[in-house]
């Protein structure tokens, strides 16, 4: 076969594989797929309403469920592919004895499927927010869609090493949740980081999810000037651990069977 030919194959596999994923998480019921739309979406209304009846104004801009929804939502899409990922090559241990597929398609399939859910369930959080005069279109919508793309990369850079880590040992899944808790507090979902001390922001600079909540912030406000973003760092970050986690699979390749 030639190059072509190889990566139309591959690129077939790893449809196929999506397709398995697709089922084995949703079931072929539409109604499975539907509530993992719902409950991101649900989480977000609810913080807005507890916020909304404590008197809370939102930071920056004049809505609050704007101002949440670009903190949380990119939260959330970060840590549900890296956490995701902890457990791909377990699930699809059995597909992995065949040549043809090859452990690196599992965790593209993977990243795939949630990157599509989650560009639903912002698509449709967005517009509603729009459509209700609850946020105006975005200024820069280029940008939108580089850091959705960002954030599915630090999501898949992270998520490899986590799966490598998790398929040598169990005890990291638990570990890991602890250690990326502290992320829902670091990663300026309900605050300014720029309107911060210039000594925390040094410290929360370290943080790339924070990195990204700021980009998504400019790219919906036309006067959201950060002192923070930086948007090749995450990138970076992304590309270190993603080849890292490569680099772990095909060194443990052999110790995981």
Request: charge should be positive.
């Amino acid at each position: 076969m030639n190059t072509a030919e190889l990566l139309t194959l591959q690129l077939r596999v790893i449809l196929s594989l999506v397709l398995r994923e697709t089922r084995a998480t949703f079931g072929t019921s539409s109604f499975g797929y539907a509530w993992a739309v719902i409950t991101p979406t649900a989480s977000v209304a609810v913080l807005v309403i507890l916020f909304s009846l404590i008197g809370r104004h939102a930071p920056f801009g004049s809505s609050l469920a704007l101002f949440f929804a670009t903190g949380i939502l990119t939260l959330q899409f970060f840590t549900e592919i890296s956490g995701k990922l902890m457990t791909v090559f377990d699930a699809n241990r059995a597909l992995l004895t065949y040549p043809i597929i090859k452990d690196v398609d599992t965790i593209l399939a993977r990243t795939l499927l949630i990157s599509a859910t989650y560009f639903v369930i912002m698509l449709i959080f967005y517009s509603c927010l729009i459509l209700v005069g609850m946020a105006e279109l975005p200024v820069h919508p280029e940008h939108l869609v580089m850091v959705f793309c960002a954030t599915a990369y630090l999501g898949l850079g992270y998520g490899t090493v986590n799966a490598v880590i998790a398929s040598l040992w169990d005890t990291w899944m638990q570990i890991e949740k602890v250690l990326t808790r502290p992320l829902f507090f670091i990663s300026g979902i309900f605050y300014v980081p720029s309107q911060l001390p210039q000594t925390a922001q040094t410290v929360l600079q370290w943080n790339p999810v924070l990195h990204l909540v700021e980009w998504f912030r400019y790219g919906f406000y036309s006067n959201y000037n950060s002192s923070i973003l930086n948007v090749y760092y995450p990138l970076i970050v992304a590309t270190i651990l993603f080849l890292f986690g490569l680099a772990g699979e095909r060194l443990f390749r052999r110790s995981r069977f």
